[in-house]
T-cell receptor, first 111, second 114 residues
Framework: DSGVTQTPKHLITATGQRVTLRCSPR?????VYWYQQSLDQGLQFLIQ???????AKGNILERFSAQQFPDLHSELNLSSLELGDSALYFC??????????FGSGTQLSVL | AQSVAQPEDQVNVAEGNPLTVKCTYS??????LFWYVQYPNRGLQFLLK??????LVKGSYGFEAEFNKSQTSFHLKKPSALVSDSALYFC????????????FGAGTRLFVKA
């Protein structure tokens, strides 16, 4: 167990809908990272937060947004969903941006 | 911009033989280099890292990796493969400046045959 908790584990929704993925980092970790894993694009970095502030941005679509709350948990919001958004979404946390601890992921299926 | 290349989609090796999974990288400044492993239906697990010091770093489960600055490579190695090593392996890089984002390679699937 990495200590990073992601909910829900599975999510099935329809095109055009909006969903929220939640991540609780390991106790004491200030950094939270979001990644998208799909068969054709591998593991893509989406966004990183550090102690509530956005620190780095990757290939995150404008339809996607994230935030980190004062208690350090993070949420990834995906809106106007398309079939191509179906993927495994991982959250990871770290202390100093070195070793990342990954959650078990949220499998999103857009039908 | 940071990037990581894992040139092999798949590596096949017989149990007991040595294995190598290749990785090359590009990053501004000094690299922080990592290997992670992913088993089916699981998140990624940290194997080892290089930040500074000895070019040969040792990690979990008998794995090691060699940092080569001139070739910008960080290949993962193990002297004797086990069937249980079969998994998806990711190389990752982070720069030492800026937002500390960690970029992953596409992954290499390792098959160890008994």
């Amino acid at each position: 167990d990495s200590g990073v908790t992601q909910t829900p584990k599975h999510l099935i929704t329809a095109t055009g809908q909006r969903v929220t993925l939640r991540c609780s980092p390991r106790s004491g970790d200030l950094s939270v990272y979001w990644y998208q894993q799909s068969l054709d694009q591998g593991l893509q970095f989406l966004i990183q937060y550090y102690n509530g502030e956005e620190r780095a941005k990757g290939n995150i679509l404008e339809r996607f947004s994230a935030q980190q709350f004062p208690d350090l948990h993070s949420e990834l919001n995906l809106s106007s969903l398309e079939l191509g958004d179906s993927a495994l979404y991982f959250c990871a946390s770290s202390v100093k941006g070195e070793k990342l601890f990954f959650g078990s992921g949220t499998q999103l299926s857009v039908l | 911009a940071q990037s990581v290349a894992q040139p092999e989609d798949q590596v096949n090796v017989a149990e007991g033989n040595p294995l190598t999974v290749k990785c090359t990288y590009s990053v501004s400044g000094n690299p922080y280099l990592f290997w992670y492993v992913q088993y089916p239906n699981r998140g990624l697990q940290f194997l080892l890292k290089y930040i500074t010091g000895d070019n040969l770093v040792k990690g979990s489960y008998g794995f090691e990796a060699e940092f080569n600055k001139s070739q910008t490579s960080f290949h993962l190695k193990k002297p004797s493969a086990l069937v249980s090593d079969s998994a998806l392996y990711f190389c990752a890089v982070r720069g030492d400046t800026g937002g500390f984002k960690t970029i992953f390679g596409a992954g290499t699937r390792l098959f160890v045959k008994a």
